[in-house]
């Protein structure tokens, strides 16, 4: 979690801890450069849940559309933030490692201490292959010196 926090640090973003209001576990506020944190969440959920912050900070990402709708544009860029989150938390080596004892996504996220959801966008990264977007480059993990493998 030190990691993320210095990583967080390093954009120039504050993170903090609130009561945040019904199912909201985070939130990027890009104006600010500050991402809030559910004070209700566990360690595994808030390093999770910081990760996928630091992924819409990452591209830039704005909220669109009505507060409490999920528009298209809006479940692409939480798709995107899941994605960086998994790519940031999860080695290759480790996953592997992890799936030779299971391969259930709730036994996975346990072993690596991350959270199925991000289990799940690591599955369909692998499942696509990785992408090569053209104006943001991969997620380096703290204390990595380049992108992760």
């Known amino acids: ?13 504050e993170v903090s801890t609130a009561h945040l209001p019904g199912d909201l576990l985070g939130a990027y506020l890009p104006e600010q450069r500050r ?11 808030r390093r999770c849940v910081l990760a996928h912050e630091l992924g819409h900070a990452h591209y830039g990402h704005r909220h669109v559309g ?4 999920l528009s298209a544009a809006t479940a692409a860029q939480e798709r995107q933030a899941d994605l960086y989150a998994a790519r940031l938390l999860i080695s290759a080596d480790a996953y ?16 690596l201490e991350v959270t199925a959801d991000l ?6 990264w692998l499942d696509r292959g990785p992408p090569r977007p053209a104006t943001h480059a991969e997620p380096a993990r703290p204390g990595d010196a380049g992108p992760p493998s």
């Not at 592997?96 to 072993?111: K, M, P, T």
């Open 1 to 13: 979690m030190d990691d993320l926090t210095r990583l967080a640090a390093e954009s120039g973003l």
């Open 35 to 45: 991402i809030l944190l559910d004070a209700r969440l566990t360690p595994v959920e």
């Open 66 to 69: 009505a507060p409490g709708a």
């Open 96 to 111: 592997e490692r992890a799936e030779r004892l299971g391969s259930g996504a709730e036994f996975l996220a346990d072993e």
């Open 119 to 124: 289990i799940d966008a690591y599955r369909q």
